[in-house]
């Protein structure tokens, strides 16, 4: 079975500060991961994703996550925030494959305070 | 190139109500995808379309639910008769697939249904 659990339903920075959203996921089949984006009264955006190439993926927005399999986790950061990315951040995995049905964590709320 | 359109973007309804929320995906997109987000709670899968086809529906909740998909274009989700957790924001999304490749799923802005 394939599940998600993102840390931490909101996340507060500062502009400039670090960004680490976590993310834990468990499969029973090599996980392909996703991060998603999703600004107000916008669809989900994908961020970023892992299909078991590098284990280091970089994102648009100067995002980027690493994917650790010992410790099941694919953490989004991004080294210096601004206000711009004041979204919820969704992380995901499907079975293996980018075709069919996605799992999906609760969302993290980022909060950038000037 | 427009992206993955839903109607309506809200819609309000009373318990026993019928509600149809449609989609229209990127054109030439043949996977089509429903997903639900009920408040406080993670985005959830209902069903995945390949053309006209249901290739998966193993995540609609009940029988009160009925997808369609004619003629491979855009797609329909109905609600008959709708109840109280039934409210939500529902998100469709398509995917192009060439091949053995598939593509990532773009996402709608979603319809947010609440059933008083």
């Known amino acids: 079975a394939q599940s998600v659990t993102q840390l931490g339903s909101h996340v507060s920075v500062s502009e400039g500060a670090l960004v680490l959203l976590r993310c834990n996921y468990s499969?029973?089949?090599?996980?392909?991961l996703f991060w998603y984006v999703q600004y107000p009264n916008q669809g989900l955006q994908l961020l970023l994703k892992?299909?078991?190439?590098?284990?280091l993926v970089k994102g648009i927005n100067g995002f980027e996550a690493e994917f650790k399999k010992s410790e099941t986790s694919f953490h989004l950061t991004k080294p210096s925030a601004h206000m711009s990315d004041a979204a919820e951040y969704f992380c995901?995995?499907?079975?293996?494959?980018?075709?069919?049905?996605?799992?999906f964590g609760r969302g993290t709320q980022l909060t950038v305070w000037p | 190139e427009a992206g993955v359109t839903q109607f309506p973007s809200h819609s309000v309804i009373e318990k026993g109500q019928t509600v149809t929320l449609r989609c229209d995906p990127i054109?030439?997109?043949?996977?089509l995808y429903w997903y639900r987000r009920v408040m406080g709670k993670e985005i959830k899968f209902l069903l995945h379309?390949?053309?006209?086809?249901?290739?998966?529906e193993s995540g609609m909740p009940n029988n009160r639910f009925l997808a369609e998909r004619t003629g491979g274009t855009y797609s329909t989700l109905k609600v008959q008769p709708a109840e109280l957790e039934d409210s939500g924001v529902y998100f469709c999304?398509?995917?192009?697939?060439?091949?053995?490749?598939?593509?990532?799923?773009?996402f709608g802005p979603g319809t947010r249904l609440t059933v008083t």
């Open positions: 892992y299909t078991s190439a590098a284990t």
């Open positions: 995901a995995v499907s079975r293996g494959s980018t075709l069919g049905r996605l799992y």
């Open positions: 379309f390949v053309k006209e086809s249901k290739q998966d």
């Open positions: 999304a398509s995917s192009q697939e060439v091949g053995v490749f598939s593509y990532e799923q773009y």
């Open positions: 499969s029973s089949v090599p996980p392909y």
């Open positions: 054109s030439g997109h043949d996977n």
